[in-house]
């Protein structure tokens, strides 16, 4: 089946203690993309990439980082997490060229 | 300015009701054009694109209008079913490949 995973699907943490959410999708995409989702702020887009070993900054990249070593795996690793990084995250891909984009379930995270 | 601006509703109608909801973005620059419906904190799932046009697609029909930076989207005779959020999609390419997510409008339709 074709999709996207996230893992973990929800996760409660505290401030500072890094923290990885996993990201694969198994539709060979090259488009790989992370955002977060908050009340009255709708989805904004943290980083994308376009390929392997190509990462770009979306709108609200501080305080997050990413890694694209391979095709299907787009981590989105948070150093040093702060409660302001409470929020519904979403991974998604799409191939290139055809810009619909498919998502993850989503994780919820708390920073307490 | 938001990138992506729509009503936030929310829109109550009843069942077989024709309701419409529109968008506008500020760039001139935006290429590609959606609409994405999401159901309760659920992942987003595309609906449809939005082409220069028009499309339609069943019930759904898409309109964009690059003059006045302004997309719709029409459901006609609205099922229960229909009852979700609608998010306007932009993407740009001028800065890269990004997606600008309206906030989403609410529908719930009532029987």
């Known amino acids: 089946e074709a999709q996207v995973t996230q893992n973990p699907r929800y996760l409660i943490t505290v401030t500072g203690k890094k923290l990885t959410v996993t990201c694969s999708q198994n539709?060979?995409?090259?488009?790989m993309s992370w955002y977060r989702q908050d009340p009255g702020l709708g989805l904004r887009q943290i980083y994308y990439?376009?390929?392997?070993?190509?990462?770009d900054k979306g709108d609200v990249p501080e305080g997050y980082k990413v890694s694209r070593k391979e095709k299907r795996n787009f981590p989105l690793i948070l150093e040093s997490p702060s409660p302001n990084q409470t929020s519904l995250y979403f991974c998604?891909?799409?191939?290139?060229?055809?810009?619909?984009?498919?998502f993850g379930p989503g994780t919820r995270l708390t920073v307490l | 300015r938001k990138e992506v601006e729509q009503d936030p509703g929310p829109f109550n109608v009843p069942e077989g009701a024709t309701v419409a909801f529109n968008c506008t973005y500020s760039?001139?620059?935006?290429?590609?054009f959606f609409w994405y419906r999401q159901d309760c904190r659920k992942e987003p799932k595309l609906l449809m694109s939005?082409?220069?046009s028009g499309n339609e697609d069943g019930r759904f029909t898409a309109q964009l209008n690059r003059a006045s930076q302004y997309i719709s989207l029409l459901i006609r005779d609205s099922k229960l079913s229909d009852s979700a959020t609608y998010l306007c999609?932009?993407?740009?390419?001028?800065?890269?490949?990004?997606?600008?997510f309206g906030t989403g409008t609410s529908l719930t339709v009532i029987p």
């Open positions: 998604a891909s799409s191939l290139w060229g055809s810009d619909t984009q498919y």
């Open positions: 539709m060979n995409h090259e488009y």
């Open positions: 990439s376009m390929n392997v070993e190509v990462t």
């Open positions: 760039n001139s620059a935006s290429q590609s």
């Open positions: 939005v082409y220069s």
């Open positions: 999609v932009v993407n740009r390419k001028d800065t890269g490949n990004q997606f600008y």
